[in-house]
Nanobody
Framework: QVQLVESGGGLVQAGGSLRLSCVASGAGRIFGTYAMGWFRQAPGKEREFVAGISWWDDSTNYADDVEGRFTISRDNAKKSVYLQMNSLKPEDTAVYYC?????????????????WGQGTQVTVSS
């Protein structure tokens, strides 16, 4: 059983930066064979895709509204995936979740992901 734990959320002013981390336990060497995704969910809204990174070639996908501001990366040796968030906006406020998916390609919908973390709150003040 893979467990994911996110950290790094907090309160930041608009224009600021945060770096989220997600650490996997129980994955062993197979962590390197999971596509990893970051999603977010604001109150009253559905969970939406933010960014993803494949395990096959480390290719990345981003939602249109974060492209150029957010960067996803992974360190398989540390069984970790990161989300560097710059130029944050109030509309980025949400609970951010990381997910692990055994699919080769990054899925941009939550369905199909095998494991989820508990989430970390990001609040951007104007």
């Amino acid at each position: 059983q893979v467990q994911l734990v996110e950290s790094g959320g907090g309160l930041v002013q608009a224009g600021g930066s945060l770096r989220l981390s997600c650490v996997a336990s129980g994955a062993g060497r197979i962590f390197g064979t999971y596509a990893m995704g970051w999603f977010r969910q604001a109150p009253g809204k559905e969970r939406e895709f933010v960014a993803g990174i494949s395990w096959w070639d480390d290719s990345t996908n981003y939602a249109d509204d974060v492209e150029g501001r957010f960067t996803i990366s992974r360190d398989n040796a540390k069984k970790s995936v990161y989300l560097q968030m710059n130029s944050l906006k109030p509309e980025d406020t949400a609970v951010y979740y990381c997910g692990a998916d055994r699919n080769i390609k990054v899925r941009t919908t939550p369905s199909g992901y095998d494991y989820w973390g508990q989430g970390t709150q990001v609040t951007v003040s104007s």
